[in-house]
């Protein structure tokens, strides 16, 4: 029993001795003595290294306060710059530090006033307390620009150059919303700017008003786009409105009031000074308008022999005047007109109210100018005119008062009385 023991102790020791003699237990067992040894010298031996942090950001607007106090802002102009800092400290510190663990700044000491200046770059540890230190910082300078910003404010102009109304229409009065934007930058560059244009450009021919989004360009006082970096707007884009009108051309014409019942109008033949008027107004309007009326006149309280009158053109909200029209002169060719005056002793009262007496105490009512064609004014006497109170249009009191009186001719279609008359009349209740 005792010597099988011994024998299957040999065989172990065998195996073993062989496990050296095999390639890849060799190479893992080499690896581990190599980290161990790695481990003994980094923590035991060497514990401290140097490394690079790259990419960190200068932060150009870290003593902005300062600046401030000076009058000055950063100007930048493209991308902020970035460095390399060279640290050293406790290995397992260091390779783990980011751009983000260290702030590097410019020193402001030789900054007095606006201009460019080559600054001399600090560097510090976002955690004062992390076990390293900072060696080194590449570049150890950076070019900086100050200035003192200002604001201004532009009228933002339309260029719709670009836009083509269909055949028929027009464009006109486009206007951008907003209608002003606020410039900031440089005060040397924002006086150097001209104006504010707000470009559209859209392909197809419109037919109707439209709004469409269009990128600000800045133009220097020389007409010149201008392309810096360092003026910002408070507005990237602005919506611009785009009316379009339909042109249309209508003909000249009037009306007439107070015109005297069974009177002619067609004996009225009106010259017009334009016939007609050149306009451009909105698609859905226009297209329903056949006239433009100037006005009116007043047949018994204007006309006379020979008569002209001028109208100004008005047109309605969103119309345009396309012939830049301002009034219109109408005359009237009354050569086969003649005027006579004649006096009224034929004075009625008509729509007595029903609870007073009207009394009529003006017995003739004298120069009534008549108007109408010459024969037949001539044939007219005095005794086919009649003056008529409308006692249904009148407030009337108790007493005497002077009330209007309206010149009638019945039967007459081609005379008619002008000019404004009264009548005196007394008023009483009536007692029935």
């Known amino acids: 029993m005792k010597k099988a023991k011994k024998a299957k102790t040999g065989k172990r020791r065998l195996n073993l001795g062989r496990l050296f003699d095999n390639s890849q237990f060799t190479l893992i067992i080499s690896i581990l003595i190599a980290v161990f040894g790695w481990l003994v010298?980094?923590?035991?031996?060497?514990?401290?290294?140097?490394?690079?942090?790259?990419g960190i950001p200068v932060n150009l607007d870290y003593n902005a306060q300062t600046l401030q106090s000076m009058g000055l802002?950063?100007?930048?102009?493209?991308?902020?710059?970035?460095?390399?800092?060279?640290?050293?400290?406790?290995?397992?510190?260091?390779?783990?530090?980011?751009?983000?663990?260290?702030?590097?700044?410019?020193?402001?000491?030789?900054?007095?006033?606006?201009?460019?200046y080559?600054?001399?770059?600090?560097?510090?540890?976002?955690?004062?307390?992390?076990?390293?230190?900072?060696?080194?910082?590449?570049?150890?300078?950076?070019?900086v620009r100050f200035a003192t910003l200002?604001?201004?404010?532009?009228?933002?102009?339309?260029?719709?150059?670009?836009?083509?109304?269909?055949?028929?229409?027009?464009?006109?009065?486009?206007?951008?919303?907003?209608?002003?934007?606020?410039?900031?930058?440089?005060?040397?560059?924002?006086?150097s700017v001209g104006r504010v244009v707000a470009r559209v450009e859209i392909d197809e021919e419109l037919t109707s008003t439209q709004i469409a989004t269009a990128q600000l360009v800045i133009y220097d006082k020389n007409d010149n786009p201008i392309t810096s970096k360092v003026i910002s707007t408070d507005a990237e884009t602005v919506e611009v409105t785009i009316p379009i009108l339909q042109k249309k051309t209508l003909p000249?014409?009037?009306?007439?009031?107070?015109?005297?019942?069974?009177?002619?109008?067609?004996?009225?033949?009106?010259?017009?000074?334009?016939?007609?008027?050149?306009?451009?107004?909105?698609a859905d309007s226009v297209q329903n308008k056949t006239e433009l009326q100037l006005g009116y006149i007043d047949l018994q309280k204007e006309f006379t022999l020979n008569f002209v009158k001028?109208?100004?053109?008005?047109?309605?909200?969103?119309?345009?005047?396309?012939?830049?029209?301002?009034?219109?002169?109408v005359s009237f060719?009354?050569?086969?007109?003649?005027?006579?005056?004649?006096?009224?002793?034929?004075?009625?009262?008509?729509?007595?109210p029903a609870n007073r007496e009207v009394e009529v105490l003006t017995q003739r009512i004298y120069d009534v100018n008549l108007i109408g064609l010459a024969e037949?004014?001539?044939?007219?006497?005095?005794?086919?005119?009649?003056?008529?109170?409308?006692?249904?249009?009148?407030?009337?009191?108790?007493?005497?008062?002077?009330?209007?009186?309206?010149?009638?001719?019945?039967?007459?279609?081609?005379?008619?009385?002008?000019?404004s008359y009264t009548a005196l009349v007394e008023t009483q209740a009536n007692e029935n």
Do not use: H, W
Request: glycine fraction near 8%.
């Open 310 to 329: 001028s109208f100004a053109i008005t047109l309605d909200a969103g119309y345009q005047n396309l012939d830049n029209m301002n009034e219109v002169t």
């Open 150 to 191: 200002t604001q201004k404010k532009f009228v933002v102009e339309t260029d719709t150059s670009a836009v083509k109304p269909a055949d028929g229409y027009i464009l006109t009065g486009a206007y951008a919303t907003p209608g002003e934007v606020t410039l900031t930058g440089p005060e040397e560059e924002i006086q």
């Open 333 to 352: 060719d009354t050569s086969a007109f003649s005027q006579k005056t004649v006096t009224v002793s034929d004075i009625r009262v008509v729509n007595q």
């Open 252 to 282: 000249l014409t009037i009306g007439y009031t107070n015109v005297p019942e069974g009177f002619d109008l067609d004996l009225l033949k009106p010259t017009f000074e334009y016939d007609s008027i050149n306009l451009a107004g909105p």
């Open 376 to 419: 037949d004014v001539a044939a007219l006497s005095a005794g086919s005119v009649i003056a008529e109170i409308d006692a249904g249009d009148l407030a009337l009191s108790e007493g005497q008062q002077t009330v209007p009186v309206t010149i009638r001719i019945p039967g007459s279609s081609t005379v008619f009385a002008v000019g």
């Open 118 to 143: 080559e600054l001399t770059l600090v560097a510090i540890k976002n955690d004062p307390n992390a076990a390293y230190e900072i060696q080194e910082i590449v570049p150890s300078t950076v070019m």
């Open 41 to 54: 010298v980094s923590l035991v031996i060497e514990p401290n290294t140097q490394d690079k942090v790259t």
């Open 73 to 116: 802002d950063v100007v930048t102009e493209g991308e902020v710059p970035r460095v390399t800092v060279r640290v050293e400290g406790e290995r397992a510190v260091v390779g783990g530090l980011g751009a983000d663990d260290i702030t590097v700044y410019p020193r402001l000491s030789n900054v007095t006033e606006a201009g460019q």
